[in-house]
Antibody, heavy 124, light 105 residues
Framework: QLHLQESGPGLVQPSEPLSLTCTVS??????????WSWLRQPPGGGLEWIGG???????SLSPSLQSRATISIDISRNHFSLRLTSVAAADTAVYFC????????????????WGQGTPVTVSS | VVTQSPATLSASPGESATIYCRTS??????LAWYQQKPGQPPRLLTF???TRTTGLSDRFIAFGAGTEFTLTINSLQSEDFAVYYC??????????FGQGTKVEI
């Protein structure tokens, strides 16, 4: 069964960049059927999609974060990464990576496998 | 825009609970439901507005098309008390979730 695992710092200073990596195991991310996505959930809040990256390296980002977010993929290491610049307290959240499965006839897809999530706190 | 209601739903074990999701545009049947328990990632329950994932109890019934969708949980059991989210995927980007519904005892 597919396994996703997030890794990265749990504490980031305000205005600094946040970098997270999602390592995928038991399946290759070099697969045209999926987007590899990042989502986040602030404390006590709902789910927010940050963006996703295709196996070709093409990434799509949330309009609200696209000026600060970059998502990249490393096929050789079977992982993908998120970089979020100029973080602030509002970026404090649990960050999840997930596989987004394209559904026929739609432009989007469903999130069928998730990592456990990694909490990130932005604080000095 | 995806609007989910109610924010909180109180029910007793054995009862039924219905969660509503409304979209601002016609998304055909392209809606998914997720369940999230404390400290866990969301778990995909249904997609295509009514298709259950493998192994999901038939007590979970998803229904709807267009702009109006429901998730009904029949005969609530202790493990069903959680937060539920809907997600529309007809258009993308972005991926849009509802605000969540907490089903509590």
């Amino acid at each position: 069964q597919l396994h996703l695992q997030e890794s990265g710092p749990g504490l980031v200073q305000p205005s600094e960049p946040l970098s997270l990596t999602c390592t995928v195991s038991r399946a290759s991310i070099n697969n045209a059927s999926y987007y590899w996505s990042w989502l986040r959930q602030p404390p006590g809040g709902g789910l927010e999609w940050i963006g996703g990256v295709y196996h070709t390296g093409y990434a799509s980002l949330s309009p609200s974060l696209q000026s600060r977010a970059t998502i990249s993929i490393d096929i050789s290491r079977n992982h993908f990464s998120l970089r979020l610049t100029s973080v602030a307290a509002a970026d404090t959240a649990v960050y999840f990576c997930a596989r987004q499965r394209a559904e026929p006839g739609t432009r989007g897809g469903i999130f069928d496998f998730w990592g456990q999530g990694t909490p990130v706190t932005v604080s000095s | 825009v995806v609007t989910q209601s109610p924010a909180t739903l109180s029910a007793s074990p054995g009862e039924s609970a219905t969660i509503y999701c409304r979209t601002s545009q016609n998304i055909l049947r392209n809606l998914a439901w997720y369940q999230q328990k404390p400290g866990q990632p969301p778990r995909l329950l249904t997609f295509g507005s009514s298709t259950r994932t493998t192994g999901l109890s038939d007590r979970f019934i998803a229904f709807g098309a267009g702009t109006e969708f429901t998730l009904t949980i029949n005969s609530l059991q202790s493990e069903d008390f959680a937060v539920y989210y809907c997600q529309e995927y007809n258009d993308w980007p972005p991926s849009t979730f509802g605000q969540g519904t907490k089903v509590e005892i």
